[in-house]
């Protein structure tokens, strides 16, 4: 993971939207091999985008193939809650090196703004 070695001291959380079934079937293990780099991990619903769900493939597929015991999988609106929690809790220490990264594809970009919010709100 690139973030990793740009910033080596710093508590990196990655949450992640993986796209399609078919590809989270596909890749799996290497979605587990790469995440587990992070200190925390944040799985969001598999975006569907074009497909119909395949019988036993969701974001638990990744997470039981994760080494990181510090990942689970959460809806849009639970990420939010957790991390409102999260900073709050964390306010008087400090957050400024953490790195919060989001990655995937599909309608993850939808909890950016209020991500951005939430962090404006607690940390200031």
């Known amino acids: 993971m690139g973030a990793r070695k740009l910033f080596p001291e710093r ?7 993986p796209h399609l079934f078919s590809r989270t079937k596909d890749f799996a293990k290497e979605f587990a091999e790469s995440l587990d780099q992070a200190d925390e991990v944040l799985l969001l619903p598999i975006y569907p985008a074009r497909e119909l769900p395949m019988e036993g493939i969701s974001s638990n597929s990744i997470l039981k193939l994760m ?5 689970r999988v959460l809806s ?12 709050s809790k964390t306010s ?3 957050n400024s ?11 993850i970009d939808q909890i950016i703004q209020p991500i ?7 940390i200031s």
């Open 116 to 122: 951005k919010e939430i962090m404006s709100k607690t």
């Open 92 to 94: 008087n220490e400090s």
């Open 67 to 71: 080494k990181n015991h510090n990942a």
């Open 76 to 87: 849009k609106e639970d990420i939010l809650q957790y991390l409102k929690v999260g900073i």
């Open 97 to 107: 090196g953490n790195l919060l990264i989001t990655a995937g594809a599909g309608d």
């Open 11 to 17: 508590k990196c959380t990655i949450i992640f939207q």
